[in-house]
């Protein structure tokens, strides 16, 4: 799939704030300052559509994007940030499991993980919520630039393991840095909107 346009359409901060629209969409989820703003960007060619920063726990709100005038991409708030307060922590997962359970729209979710780190607690229970809710997802690693080019596939291996995914899961090895990754994501994107639009 080629990137053709892609436009920021609106920031939600409540689940019925999300655009009313018939359009299928696909969320960008992790924890915070995993890389999912900076992924964004680089998937869609573009330097600084999503706001990226050092601070954790700077996107607080699920931010829609049109891509191609055929489907919406998602930054969702990320989780895990240890700074956050109880009730910021049961708010984020109020809103998450609201928008993961009675979102008609999704139909995927990008799941990031630090591909150098093992998942955290909250890494398994998001995929653990996508699961029970049956929610295709890849699973992507970020920040693959951080590891020597052979040793990539070992580490996404390991993390496969260790959250039991079965032999099947999409699995991609991603840079915002240097763009690696970019092309296969597109292509799972692709396929599932392949698959969505035929029904
Ligand atoms: P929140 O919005 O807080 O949930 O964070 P986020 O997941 O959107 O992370 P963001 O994209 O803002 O990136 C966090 C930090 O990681 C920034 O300093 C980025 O420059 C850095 N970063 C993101 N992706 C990569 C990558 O592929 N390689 C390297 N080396 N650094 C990255
Ligand atoms: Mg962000």
Known sequence: MKILSAEFVLSAGHV???PDVEVPEI??????NVGKSSL???????????KVSGTPGKTQRLNFFVVN??????DLPGYGYAKASATARNQW??????????RRQLVGVL????????????????IEWLSTERIPFCLVGTKADKIAPSKRSA?????????????????????????????????????LL??????
């Open 16 to 18: 019925s704030e999300c």
């Open 27 to 32: 969320a960008m989820s992790g924890r915070s």
């Open 40 to 50: 964004l960007n680089a998937v869609l060619g573009r330097r600084a559509l999503a």
């Open 69 to 74: 005038e055929r489907f919406h991409l998602v």
């Open 93 to 102: 997962a109020g809103m998450m499991q609201q928008y993961l359970r009675t």
């Open 111 to 126: 799941q990031l993980v630090d591909s150098r780190h093992d998942p955290s607690r909250e890494d398994r229970e998001m």
């Open 155 to 191: 580490a996404m291996r390991r993390i496969t393991d260790s959250l039991e995914l079965p032999p099947d899961q999409p699995v991609v090895a991603t840079s915002s840095e240097t763009g690696d990754g970019r092309s296969e994501l597109l292509g799972w994107v692709g396929a």
């Open 194 to 199: 392949q698959e969505v639009e035929q029904d």
